[in-house]
């Protein structure tokens, strides 16, 4: 079955523990993305990777850190996390960004409390 | 700068009804633009997608309507359904493979 899959689903963390969130598909897409989701903001990208070794910026990359050492795995590192980072995360893969082969494909989310 | 306005932020509608869902970009190199449905729990699902060379796409109950001019498009699904109630997003790109661009998204709600 085709899918993104994250780890853990939910994660209750203190401030400044280190902590990742794994993220991994089976589709062999090159374009995985990070997402945040917050009530009255909608999705905001974090990070986003075109392919192996190839990271950029999304739109608020402040606090995160990323790596692609493969192709299906993507994780999402909280080196010192901030209650303010207290949220929804969603990790996204797909061919490409745009149509024909743009449908990003969403995990499950991983719901983190940093308190 | 928030590039693609949504609106409403929630919609109430009753079982029957239509739903309409709205969205404004300004930037004029975007070329894609699909909706992603979202459900609790879940995490958001290409619904359908345009591309500006058409003004409208229907799949099913759910129509895309896009006026280039204007820089507008929405969505509006007919006959709604309580199953339809989610968080509805609509985004865009532009050429060169850029990241999609999400709107803050409408939580609706079809009551029977």
């Known amino acids: 079955e085709a899918q993104v899959t994250q780890n853990p689903r939910y994660l209750i963390t203190v401030t400044g523990k280190k902590l990742t969130v794994t993220c991994s598909q089976n589709m062999n897409h090159e374009y995985m993305s990070w997402y945040r989701q917050d009530p009255g903001l909608g999705l905001r990208q974090i990070y986003y990777s075109m392919n192996v070794e190839v990271t950029d910026k999304g739109d608020v990359p402040e606090g995160y850190k990323v790596s692609r050492k493969e192709k299906r795995n993507f994780p999402l590192i909280l080196e010192s996390p901030s209650p303010n980072q207290t949220s929804l995360y969603f990790c996204?893969?797909?061919?490409?960004?745009?149509?024909?082969?743009?449908?990003?494909?969403f995990g499950q989310g991983t719901r983190l409390t940093v308190v | 700068q928030q590039q693609v306005k949504q609106s409403p932020q929630s919609l109430i509608v009753q079982k029957g009804g239509i739903s309409i869902i709205n969205c404004a970009y300004e930037?004029?190199?975007?070329?894609?633009f699909p909706w992603y449905q979202q459900f609790p729990g879940k995490g958001p699902a290409l619904l359908i997608a345009?591309?500006?060379?058409?003004s409208e796409k229907k799949e099913g109950r759910f129509t895309i309507s896009f006026n280039k001019s204007a820089k507008q498009f929405s969505l509006h699904i007919m006959d709604s359904q309580p199953g339809d109630s989610a968080t509805y997003f609509c985004?865009?790109?532009?050429?060169?493979?850029?990241?999609?661009?999400f709107g803050k998204g409408t939580r609706l709600s079809v009551i029977a």
């Open positions: 345009i591309r500006p060379d058409v």
């Open positions: 996204a893969s797909s061919l490409s960004s745009r149509e024909p082969l743009g449908e990003a494909f």
């Open positions: 930037n004029t190199a975007f070329d894609y």
């Open positions: 985004a865009a790109s532009s050429e060169g493979n850029t990241p999609l661009v």
